[in-house]
């Protein structure tokens, strides 16, 4: 198979078979070309070459045959026409809105996303000229408000990071269109086999590949994807002149991770879902939030747009009577609830083959401070739980005894 692999074929059978561009040697892994440049025969192919009479690869940071491979591979199980790398999922997150934001637009965004995200927006493309309003990701009358105006550019997350907020893709998109506006979707969360946001709707699918992708803590990636026109137009212009380039290694072992995403992400989203049920009912967890979980506020929707619940569950760790959730006495029991773990790790990944516990609180949502944790519903007992591929008994035990630690 070649980069012509029939798009019908299944995304499992994809993620193996797409994006194979053997070499003359028929090597039977994918070739990792890790070279920064490219020789030409002559010097007329050199000059043929960026006159742009002709397509090769020139340089790396414009392309290289592993980065391709991993983007055909991608795009293939996404169903998306084109697909970009980039150097880690924030370059993804800014260039998706970069490439098309002018000084003067208007970009609509949700108001839960991911802490990176909200300071690009807020410290780097306001200073730019660019307005930036947030709404209420999971109210569509917010949505109805808030592109009633004319707006650019859109961007949400779905599910949300990491409250599990579900937002109404379909929804969104037609108002998107109304409006003039590309709709982008962070999927990071919902994973590639997880959910087809371009078929709900969206213009373009970012990824943290750092996440699922990898899925074994390895390297930072990322990736765009959409149509042909944005993808290898605007999309593909910024990153190779700004730099934010994958290097062909990191690209090389994301391809090998696509060939496992289906096993892992399957076996990751069942053992969640087996404990988020297990967690809501524990009586030290006052509530766990998981898109199929059917207490989800949004479990309907999600069940619609959604063929995986994901791989993360969150909880609120039940407190005293009368103890303020968003206090120090709050985080000192989610500490000692994490510190207490002896299975799970704590770090602020996620979708990896390791169990991680974070409390976002104090990191990865930190900046949003007190006030902007609160509008999104996360407090100081709010831990994320990103479930990873041990054997369930053995990760519902760890949570047990830490529960009971507290
Ligand atoms: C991790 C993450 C990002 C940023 O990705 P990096 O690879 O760390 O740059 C963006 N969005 C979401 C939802 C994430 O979880």
Redesign the pocket.
């Known amino acids: 198979m070649t980069q012509d692999t029939p798009r019908e074929l299944r995304p499992d059978t994809l993620a193996v078979t797409a994006g194979v561009h053997r070499t003359e040697f028929d090597e039977m892994s994918e070739g990792l070309f890790l070279t920064q440049g490219y020789v030409y025969p002559t010097a007329a192919e050199a000059e043929a070459a960026f006159a742009g009479e002709i397509d090769r690869y020139q340089y790396s940071r414009y392309g290289n045959p592993t980065v391709t491979a991993f983007q055909d591979r991608l795009a293939a199980i996404e169903g998306a026409e084109a697909c970009f790398a980039t150097a880690?999922?924030?370059?993804?997150?800014f260039v998706s809105l970069a490439a098309v934001l002018d000084q003067g637009d208007r970009l609509v965004a949700a108001r839960a996303?991911?802490g990176?995200?909200i300071q690009v927006f807020n410290e780097h493309f306001q200073r730019w000229g660019i307005t930036v309003d947030y709404v209420d990701a999971h109210n569509n009358a917010d949505w109805d408000r808030a592109l009633a105006t004319p707006a650019k550019a859109i961007y949400v997350?779905s599910p949300?990071?990491p409250m599990q907020d579900v937002i109404d893709i379909p929804y969104v998109a037609t108002l998107a269109k109304k409006a003039g506006a590309v709709l982008v979707v962070?999927n990071?969360?919902a994973t590639p086999l997880g959910q087809k946001a371009l078929e709900l709707g969206a213009d373009a699918v970012?990824?943290?590949?750092?996440?699922h992708i990898d899925g074994q803590g390895r390297v930072?990636?990322?990736a765009i994807l959409g149509s042909e026109d944005y993808v290898n137009g605007p999309v593909r212009t910024m990153v190779r002149q700004m730099g934010a380039t994958i290097s062909p290694f990191n690209a090389w072992v994301l391809l090998k991770g696509l060939e496992t995403l289906g096993v892992r992400v399957r076996a990751q989203a069942a053992t969640t879902l087996d404990l988020a049920h297990w967690l809501e009912a524990h009586p030290a967890v006052a509530r766990a939030r998981h898109p199929f979980l059917s207490s989800h506020p949004q479990h309907e929707l999600a069940k619609k747009q959604m063929t995986l619940g994901g791989t993360i569950v969150t909880i609120d760790l039940a407190l005293p009577e009368g103890v303020d959730p968003a206090s120090d006495v709050a985080k000192r029991a989610a500490f000692t609830f994490l510190d207490a773990l002896q299975l799970f790790v704590i770090s602020n990944?996620?979708?990896d083959a390791k169990s991680i516990a974070t409390h976002p609180a104090t990191t990865?949502h930190r900046k949003l401070g007190a006030e902007g944790r609160a509008a999104v519903g996360m407090s100081d007992a709010t831990v994320r739980l990103s479930i990873g591929l041990e054997d369930v008994e053995d990760l519902r035990a760890d949570l047990a005894q830490a529960l009971d630690a507290m």
């Open positions: 880690t999922g924030m370059a993804a997150v996303l991911f990176s995200s997350e949300t990071n962070d990071v969360f970012v990824y943290s590949a750092t996440k930072l990636g990322g990944n996620l979708g990865t």
